[in-house]
């Protein structure tokens, strides 16, 4: 028996990030398929598509592990979209795969679209703006799990957990792919399920956008500073 708990301990997933050190500067582009029309703007390859697959798998696991709901009651899963629609979309499956495996228990779900809008550039800016559910107050004694894709200086999350909290849910979990490390040390928000720790680059790719390019690259990658200037929004220009 004591052995038993001693391994089942020694295999419990992290909910934490997994750290990218800043001396890790990627793997060269040259060893993966990239899209021609975005070779040139790219540094290097931070976290290839393969390890993003096997972390959220771990995610989901540590989620249906942790998260003990049973009917009537559902986990509202809110994607914060944009970028988060394929975390999102990866993460419910894979939970979804947690249900059909196991026999012991499950994890009844629900799906919520919501849109946070914060960058513009590479600057995350004070000023949000909320689109998606008609009617929050249906959210009031509910059990919520947001889904995110990056967590940079927290603001945005403050903000839409603070706005969501008005409306009194049970539980509010957020889960997010990355979280950054930046330099300034500016972060105020830690998110309760984490993918990776990487550092204060700008990254692009498995849906992350620079002012909405990059979203059709697979992999986590580092942005050169001549692709930052490439697609940035000109003064009076309009991201949507």
């Known amino acids: 028996m004591a052995n038993s708990s001693k391994n089942m301990e020694q295999h419990h997933i992290e909910s934490s990030p997994l750290v990218i050190q800043d001396s890790f500067e990627g793997y060269p582009l040259n060893y993966f398929n990239l ?34 709901i049973h009917i009537p009651e559902q986990l509202i899963c809110m994607c914060v979209l944009k970028g988060g629609y394929r ?56 059990h919520l799990l947001i889904i995110e894709d990056i967590i940079d200086t927290g603001v ?3 903000a ?30 830690k998110p ?6 990487v550092p204060d680059h700008f990254i692009v790719g498995y849906a992350l ?11 986590i990658c580092v942005m050169k500073e001549s692709g930052i200037t490439k697609y940035k929004v000109q003064d009076g220009d309009k991201v949507e």
């Open 192 to 197: 309760d399920y984490s993918g990776f720790e």
């Open 87 to 142: 975390f999102f979309s990866d993460l419910v499956s894979k939970i979804q795969n947690e249900n059909r495996l196991r026999n012991d228990r499950s994890l009844p779900m629900s799906l919520e679209f919501i849109r946070v809008r914060s960058y513009v550039n590479d600057r995350s800016t004070d000023a949000i703006d909320i689109i998606g559910i008609s009617d929050l107050s249906s959210l009031n004694n509910k």
């Open 209 to 219: 956008d620079y002012n909405e390019y990059f979203r059709d690259l697979e992999h």
């Open 35 to 68: 899209p021609l029309h975005y070779r040139d703007d790219l540094k290097s390859v931070l976290i290839p598509y393969g390890l993003v697959q096997d972390r959220i798998e771990a995610l989901a696991s540590r989620i249906f592990s942790d998260l003990h």
């Open 160 to 189: 839409l957990k603070k706005e969501l909290e008005k409306y009194n849910p049970k539980t509010i979990h957020v889960v997010s792919l990355f979280t950054k490390r930046r330099k300034d040390k500016k972060c105020i928000f």
């Open 156 to 158: 945005t999350m403050v």
